[in-house]
């Protein structure tokens, strides 16, 4: 079992920057993909950034050059770094991790990022 506990949410400006963190339960990060989703009002979820045990990552377009996903193995954190920040990105955001075989989803409960003047 893994519980996934997302901080960091809040409200910024236009321009801004923001950090996001996850924590999870166990030590699972060495060894599984990390993923931050997001999902704004009317509209579903998407990914937005991943980050494999080796370190690889990859971006939504949306988010390219934009966001900077990082993992912490031995504290069991993963990391998402917002810079230049949108009203479009304004969205509740989610941690995700799939463990084992076959793979099972664990969700965080969601923390909330709006993005205004």
């Known amino acids: 079992q893994v519980q996934l506990v997302e901080s960091g949410g809040g409200l910024v400006q236009p321009g801004g920057p923001l950090r996001l963190s996850c924590a999870a339960s166990r030590s699972i990060f060495s060894i599984y993909p990390m993923n931050w989703y997001r999902q704004a009002p009317g509209k579903q979820r998407e990914l937005v950034a991943t980050i494999t045990s080796g370190g690889s990552t990859n971006y939504a377009d949306s988010v390219k050059g934009r966001f900077t996903i990082s993992r912490d193995n031995a504290k069991n954190t993963v990391a998402l770094q917002m810079n230049s920040l949108k009203s479009e990105d304004t969205a509740v955001y989610y941690c995700?991790?799939?463990?084992?075989?076959?793979?099972?989803?664990?969700w965080g409960q969601g923390t909330q990022v709006t993005v205004s003047s």
């Open positions: 995700n991790a799939r463990v084992g075989l076959p793979p099972k989803a664990y």
